[in-house]
Structures are given as structure tokens and as C-alpha cells.
């Protein structure tokens, strides 16, 4: 079992920046990859940024050159940095914890992003 509790949603202006957390905790250890997740009304969910157990990043095309992920492994926290923030980017934003053999996802609760004037 793997809990994951997310925070740093809000409402932002666009062209502004936002950081989200997501702690983790219980049987951690085997976790593959870590990530973010985006989901709007209407649409499933799609990937934001993923960081693997030894540091390789992947992005959306969408998000690219924008935000960062990035994980402290001593406090079993993953982030991700939102610059440059447009009004596309609205979502409730999901942190995910995957393992890869037997494949499994495990999801947090969401927090919602919200970028406007």
C-alpha cells in the first residue's frame, strides 16, 4: 500500500508560477516512477511529468520548457514547478506512484489547479 497526499493547488494569474507536493508514504521502496497527472471535465487523464527511481524526467509536450520535476528522496516528497502558467493548464492535477512489475498505479486524492484573471 502506497499513500500519497497532495498540496500547493490553487488559483493562480496566467504567467504565473505554482508549486505542487506530494508526500508519500508506506511501502515506497519499490515504487519505479513517480508523476503528475492532469484531468479536466470531459477528458481523461493525461500525464504532466513522471521521475523515475534514477532520475529520468519525462514531460508532455504541452508542459515542456514550463514545469520542473523534481523528487527529495529523505523526505519522499515529489514536486512539480509550474511556471509560466496559462489558462489551459486548469485541471484537477493528480500525484501518481507506479510500479512496473506487476504493473499497478497508485493515485492521491487531486488538488485543483486553477489559472485566471
Known amino acids: 500500500q502506497v499513500q500519497l497526499v497532495e498540496s500547493g493547488g490553487g488559483l493562480v494569474q496566467p504567467g504565473g508560477s505554482l508549486t505542487l507536493s506530494c508526500a508519500a508514504s508506506?511501502?515506497?521502496?519499490?515504487?519505479?516512477?513517480m508523476g503528475w497527472y492532469r484531468q479536466t471535465p470531459g477528458k481523461e487523464r493525461g500525464l504532466v511529468a513522471a521521475i523515475t527511481n534514477s532520475g529520468t524526467t519525462n514531460y508532455a509536450d504541452s508542459v515542456k520548457g514550463r514545469f520542473t520535476i523534481s523528487r527529495d528522496n529523505a523526505k519522499n516528497t515529489v514536486y512539480l514547478q509550474m511556471n509560466s502558467l496559462k489558462p489551459e493548464d486548469t485541471a484537477v492535477y493528480y500525484c501518481?506512484?507506479?510500479?512496473?512489475?506487476?504493473?499497478?498505479?497508485?493515485w492521491g486524492q487531486g488538488t485543483q489547479v486553477t489559472v485566471s484573471s
Open positions: 501518481n506512484a507506479k510500479f512496473w512489475r506487476p504493473p499497478y498505479n497508485y
Open positions: 508506506g511501502s515506497i521502496f519499490s515504487v519505479n516512477a
